[in-house]
């Protein structure tokens, strides 16, 4: 008995804390697959934290800070941001919806020797991490919602290499001029979800280098590729007399939406590194000489 | 008196043979216009299904003088078009939608079908004015055209370089555009301007030594109203910062050897919005100030060889680090590493040319445990037997695998023979040419399915060469192609074709002709049927003057291979090419 009102007060504590965090519910969204630069989880398609603030007891709302942690598949830490210079975040009364880059604030982030991948590209090294989330009062610096815990695969895709026709090749122009087949590799890894392949074929004309034709000319061949990495073009076209018997060729990788797979030139859109090939017209003649001496100007 | 005239004449013999005549001005050059022109009638005409592959209308005009006087010099070059076809880069193919907006004045000059540049030059300085595509080095800058201003010093053995333009101009975003694939948004292209400059010592086509920094950014207010919340998908890409400090050289000996190699590092901003500073990646003032979305990687390479006469062999070795990022070069594909090595001999007499390299590619090299690795291996080889027969055989194998028992695996081999048969009668010489060529490749996704494709194309070619009328050339082939996959899906084509080859030396005309005939089936379906015509005119109007003109046309009709629907039942198009190219020489030969 003589410990009873330490157990009310206790008691009354506890149902305090409780009765406080029922006024701030979090729920943290985020994107198993998020984008693989940290950088872009900004841009909506990494998820968001949605708060809920607000309840029966009407209070006055406060501001909160956040601090994430990311920990790799062994539970080391790669980063840790600072909670002192974290930013404040006022709550609006009902929901808030808190983008991810405000979330992980990168630029607030204390990094291990883990995030070495991160400093050399802007991306984790591929692998499954948790991405910790504890929500603090501003003013008191108390922890006002239980650490979120959400798990999240970081996929680096490598963009198909162009495997044949082989760079700077030329083809045979009598049997060219029927069909011409294209293979490029798979995306690595492998995506779970649809990914398309689209072909580009562009004519270089005359005055232009290799680079200026793909960028400026509209492809000779522009087709869809589900899946399979090879395609057989039947050109159907003047190609053994033509005036220009060069090309330029390349793959765009396109994920299960149709968007161009995400790499470090935004303005390349999924483009695999380019080649070209050209067409020897020369019937019967020493293979080995065709083109011999052309400068591509192309690297 | 006579004996002053002899002298006053003698003065001036001696004053005009010490002073030079003047310079001359020159100007030489070319001048020209090509017209393309496409057409396409399809039938039926919905549901869709063969596109227009060729702008209705294509114009382009080339004008590239070059004016001499002394020691000046000033090329120019104007080629040009009216047309906007990018697919490649900004508009990316939006520009022919409906509502799309109409190329500006700014956009038309750094188009990159557009150059316009002057590059004056006097001894050893030159100014480059306009378009230029400039080639720093390998790692550095040399795939993309700028449009701005410049110079570039060769003081004795110094080096001295700067170029800065704009190598894309801003596109504002546009929404709803109505598409064939529904409505699309446009995210719009941001200004992007990239900054050269070179230092180093050198002697032309013998060696030289320097660095190279190049420094690309975004103009991130060059678009007013970016997408950041997709509606239909796109959002604006961020605006980007990017900086190259590499050191390169390379030389040419007298005795054949050759080499070059170059290492360079990389610091980029892959979003110039986000907030700073970087806590990983330090700022390199006065060139790029990082952020939290900075990165810093590397990347080298070295080729070394040696060439003679008769043999030519050279080995190359290029790393990419995982952030390596130049705007230079925007499609370069990081994080590999590859080496090759390549070799060019004469055998036998000169009688066999050998032409052969073999490398090896890693991908995803900063994660060892998932580096993709690809073999490149081909030889192509030619053999003048005798006076009659040469044959040429080539064979190409590349391996591509990712490890791992969930490892994908994409394997082609291609092996060619092509035996060529001259025999000559006393009227005329006939050439035989068979080309025989098998190629296997197979793709292996996890878990362990693997589709295998085999191709075979066999071609035979008769050309007939008539002594008592040596302007004629006529051909004739017939080509087999068959490709075979495991999904199951077969491919069958029959081809012949044609040639005709006339030429008229009173007229300054050759023609060239074509006719193929294309018989195609795949799986089950009845086969497809198509018509190609080609006429070329080659006109040498005179010394100066040539008018080159090509046609071609293509009758083509579906069997069943488009249905369902059944609307698509034995569909066929029509499609017709034209170019005509009218060039002049202009100036002394």
């Not at chain 1, 950088?39 to 809920?52: P, V």
């Not at chain 1, 060729?249 to 080649?275: A, F, H, I, K, M």
């Not at chain 2, 055998?347 to 066999?352: D, G, L, Q, Y």
């Not at chain 2, 046609?551 to 569909?571: H, N, Q, R, S, V």
Request: aromatic share 12%; charged share 15%.
């Amino acid at each position: 008995m003589k410990h009873s009102k330490y157990i009310i007060l206790l008691t009354l504590l506890i149902v305090s804390h409780l009765k406080g965090l029922g006024q701030i519910q979090a729920n943290l969204i985020l994107n198993s697959n998020p984008p693989s630069y940290l950088s872009d989880w900004g841009n909506g398609r990494a998820g968001q934290l949605l708060i809920t603030a607000g309840g029966a007891a009407q209070v006055d709302l406060i501001g909160i800070k956040i601090r994430t942690s990311i920990f790799d598949s062994n539970k080391d830490l790669v980063c840790k941001s600072n909670i002192n210079s974290a930013q404040t975040i006022a709550l609006n009364r009902g929901q808030n919806t808190i983008r991810m880059d405000r979330v992980l604030q990168l630029e607030n982030q204390q990094f291990t020797a883990l995030a070495n991948n991160l400093a050399r590209s802007g991306k984790l090294s591929p692998g499954i991490y948790t991405f910790s989330v504890e929500i603090f009062d501003a003013n008191t610096g108390r922890q006002i919602v239980n650490t979120i815990e959400r798990v999240f695969n970081q996929i680096n895709y490598v963009l198909p290499y162009l495997l044949s026709p082989v760079d700077k090749s030329w083809l045979d122009a009598n049997t060219a001029q029927s069909a011409i087949t294209f293979r490029w590799s798979s995306l690595v890894p492998l995506s779970q979800e649809k990914t398309t392949y689209r072909l580009q074929v562009f004519e270089i004309l005359n005055n232009q280098t290799p680079m200026q034709a793909l960028r400026s000319n509209q492809p000779i061949l522009d087709t869809y590729v589900d899946r399979t990495t090879q395609y057989i073009w039947r050109p159907n076209m003047n190609i053994k007399n033509s005036m220009y018997n060069t090309f330029i060729w390349t793959v765009q990788t396109l994920d299960y939406r149709g968007e161009p797979v995400n790499v470090q030139d935004q303005n390349s859109q999924g483009r695999s590194e380019p080649r070209v090939f050209g067409i020897c017209g020369e019937a019967g003649a020493d293979k080995t000489k065709c083109g011999e001496g052309y400068n591509w100007q192309f690297n | 008196m006579k004996k002053s005239i002899i002298f006053l004449l003698f003065i001036f013999e001696y004053a005009t043979a010490q002073n030079p005549s003047p310079p001359k001005l020159t100007i030489k050059g070319t001048a020209g216009l090509t017209y393309d022109g496409y057409g396409l009638t399809v039938n039926p005409k919905t549901p869709s299904f063969y596109p227009a592959r060729r702008p209705w209308n294509l114009v382009r005009f080339n004008f590239q003088p070059v004016i001499t006087y002394g020691n000046f010099k000033m090329p120019m070059n104007f080629s040009f078009s009216p047309m906007r076809t990018n697919f490649g880069s900004a508009p990316f193919g939006f520009g022919n939608l409906p509502g799309f907006p109409k190329q500006t004045v700014k956009q038309w000059l750094t188009n990159p079908i557009n150059s316009i540049g002057f590059n004056p030059t006097y001894k050893w300085a030159e100014v480059m004015l306009g378009t230029q595509y400039l080639k720093f080095s390998d790692l550095s800058t040399g795939d993309i055209g700028a449009f701005g201003y410049g110079f570039y010093l060769k003081p004795g053995k110094f080096r001295i370089g700067y170029f800065e333009g704009v190598s894309q101009q801003a596109f504002q975003t546009v929404t709803g555009l109505a598409s064939s694939s529904g409505i699309v948004d446009f995210p719009g292209v941001y200004k992007r301007k990239i900054r050269m400059a070179q230092l180093g010592v050198g002697k032309e086509d013998v060696y030289f030594a320097g660095f190279n920094l190049v420094k690309g950014k975004d103009n991130f207010n060059s678009i007013l109203n970016p997408i950041i919340i997709p509606t239909n998908r796109a959002t604006t890409p961020d605006a980007a910062d990017n900086f190259i400090l590499s050191f390169s050289n390379n030389f040419k000996t007298k005795m054949g050897w050759y080499g070059k190699s170059e290492i360079a590092t990389t610091i980029s901003d892959r979003n110039t919005q986000a907030p700073g500073p970087s806590t990983l990646v330090p700022d390199f003032l006065p060139f790029i100030r990082t952020n939290s979305s900075s990165f810093r990687d590397h990347a080298m390479f070295a080729i070394i060889g040696k060439k003679t006469k008769s043999w030519d062999l050279g080995a190359s070795i290029k790393w990419l680090g995982v952030g390596y990022n130049t705007m230079g070069y925007p499609f370069a594909q990081n994080d590999r590493l590859d080496y090759t090595v390549n070799s060019k001999f004469n055998a036998f007499k000169n009688t066999t040319n050998v032409v052969a390299s073999l490398g090896q590619r890693f991908g995803n090299w900063s994660v060892p445990g998932s580096r993709t690795k690809q073999i490149l291996a081909n030889i192509n080889v030619f053999s003048q037997i005798n006076e009659k027969l040469s044959l040429n055989t080539s064979y190409n194998n590349f391996g591509f695998q990712t490890p791992g028992l969930l490892g994908i695996k994409n394997i082609g081999n291609d092996l060619n023979i092509s035996p060529n048969y001259i025999w000559t009668t006393m009227k005329m010489s006939n050439l035989l040419n068979l080309s025989y060529n098998w190629s296997k490749y197979a793709e292996t996704v996890p878990i362990n399915i693997t589709t295998t494709n085999n191709t075979h194309t066999a071609m035979l070619l008769y050309a007939p060469t008539f002594f008592n009328k040596p302007n004629l050339s006529p051909d004739f082939s017939v080509m087999f192609f068959t490709n075979k996959s495991s999904i199951p899906s077969t491919m069958n084509l029959i081809s012949t074709t044609t040639g005709l080859g006339l030429s008229l030396p009173k007229q300054k005309i050759n023609l060239k002709g074509q006719l193929i005939y294309t018989n195609t089936s795949i799986n089950t379906s009845s086969p497809s049927n198509s018509i190609l015509a080609t006429l070329g005119i080659d006109y040498k109007i005179n010394k100066r003057l040539k008018w080159n003109t090509n046609m071609t046309g293509t009758f083509f009709k579906f069997g069943d291979e488009l249905t369902p629907p059944p609307a698509l039942l034995g569909a066929h198009y029509l499609e017709s090419t034209l170019r005509t190219s009218l060039q002049y020489k202009f100036g002394k030969e």
